[in-house]
T-cell receptor
Framework: NAGVTQTPKFQVLKTGQSMTLQCAQD?????MYWYRQDPGMGLRLIYY???????DKGEVPNGYNVSRLNKREFSLRLESAAPSQTSVYFC??????????????FGPGTRLTVL | GQQLNQSPQSMFIQEGEDVSMNCTSS?????WLWYKQEPGEGPVLLIA?????ELTSNGRLTAQFGITRKDSFLNISASIPSDVGIYFC???????????FGTGTRLKVLA
């Protein structure tokens, strides 16, 4: 099993450009998440999808959109990139509910720079 | 927003020493998770805790779910150079799908 995979690993954008970050998981988890990580800060939740067909805002959703394409895939889109969106983006998945099923697993991250 | 305080922010220790770090929350959690992150990598899950008072070990790592359900502790015994990294706690509030993360403890081990 690959776990959680993300593409691309690195990306440089100019201000105003758009792009989509891709995430896929092969653990049959219901819930998927997008976080950003900035220096000196913990992981901050951008959006999450509790189950296929649903998405909800997290702590820092402004400037982003998401799509839960199917149970396996959850994408994050930046419509008009800004320098403040320079960060490392992590996708994660979990099976929420009941003892022993709340573990959350992370992908390797996408390092995004907006010039 | 939800607050999760993690301390210490950083630690410099000698190889062989024991390490302790903790997280405290303003909210009650029903799950505590502890992660390790190395440079350029995603966080890797170390230990998961589900019940107040629970004590769980993973090799030299031991974590506890606080009785108040608002705190958790991670101990590393007999540290080695490969323990270097940033350790994060995370908690999930009962009835939600969201996880709240601490700001991390940066550990450096001096050989």
């Amino acid at each position: 099993n690959a776990g959680v995979t993300q593409t691309p690993k690195f990306q440089v954008l100019k201000t105003g450009q758009s792009m989509t970050l891709q995430c896929a998981q092969d653990m049959n988890h219901n819930s998927m998440y997008w976080y950003r990580q900035d220096p000196g800060m913990g992981l901050r939740l951008i959006y999450y999808s509790a189950s296929e067909g649903t998405t909800d805002k997290g702590e820092v959703p402004n400037g982003y959109n998401v799509s839960r394409l199917n149970k396996r895939e959850f994408s994050l889109r930046l419509e008009s990139a800004a320098p403040s969106q320079t960060s490392v983006y992590f996708c994660a998945s979990s099976e929420v509910g009941g003892r022993g099923t709340n573990e959350q697993f992370f992908g390797p991250g996408t390092r995004l720079t907006v010039l | 927003g939800q607050q999760l305080n993690q301390s210490p922010q950083s630690m410099f220790i000698q190889e062989g020493e024991d390490v302790s770090m903790n997280c405290t929350s303003s909210s009650i959690f029903n799950t505590w998770l502890w992660y390790k992150q190395e440079p350029g990598e995603g966080p890797v899950l170390l230990i998961a805790l589900y019940k107040a008072g629970e004590l769980t070990s993973n090799g030299r790592l031991t974590a506890q779910f606080g009785i108040t359900r608002k705190d958790s502790f991670l101990n590393i015994s007999a540290s080695i150079p490969s323990d270097v990294g940033i350790y994060f706690c995370a908690g999930r509030i009962s009835g939600t799908y969201k996880y709240i993360f601490g700001t991390g403890t940066r550990l450096k081990v001096l050989a």
